[in-house]
């Protein structure tokens, strides 16, 4: 008879375990919003997805995430107008914005950092990459890197 010790690790009494820090992904498709928050199933974060910039720039409001990856193309409000408006808001300045561009649609780069995108990645994503690049952004300086 082979005896099997389980050890559980557990909070003292009355303790929480720390919130996960909020990333916002506003994305139009729900496939594309899908693959992130299955690609940071393991990750430290509490994903919570949006399909349009207005309700992005609402998520990112109530929640002041630690990170917004943004899709360029969305409706209503597009990536750029949702950095525009979050750089003119100083309690939300600091939230690096992360872009996400198709590869074969047209993109200003200088208006994007000039409205305070902190960095922008071409779709089709690849997972190990979006997870290192959300980190980097999230562990750098609050101050945006323009």
């Not at 082979?2 to 820090?21: C, F, Q, W």
């Not at 309690?91 to 992360?98: A, E, N, Q, S």
């Amino acid at each position: 008879m082979h005896t099997i010790a389980v050890v559980v690790m557990a909070l003292p009494m009355g303790s929480v375990a720390p919130p996960k820090p909020v990333m916002i992904v506003a994305h139009q498709s729900a496939t594309i919003q899908q693959v992130v928050a299955l690609t940071f199933a393991d990750e430290p974060f509490d994903v919570r997805s949006v399909g349009d910039g207005d309700a992005a720039l609402s998520a990112i409001r109530s929640s002041k995430p630690a990170i917004a990856v943004v899709s360029t193309n969305l409706p209503k409000q597009d990536g750029i107008q949702i950095c525009e408006a979050m750089s003119k808001d100083p309690t939300l300045r600091k939230i690096p914005v992360l872009l996400l561009k198709y590869e074969h649609v047209s993109f200003d780069a200088d208006r994007a950092t000039r409205a305070g995108c902190t960095s922008v990645l071409v779709l089709p994503l690849k997972p190990q990459e979006l997870i290192a690049k959300v980190k980097e952004l999230v562990a750098a300086d609050p101050g945006k890197s323009k």
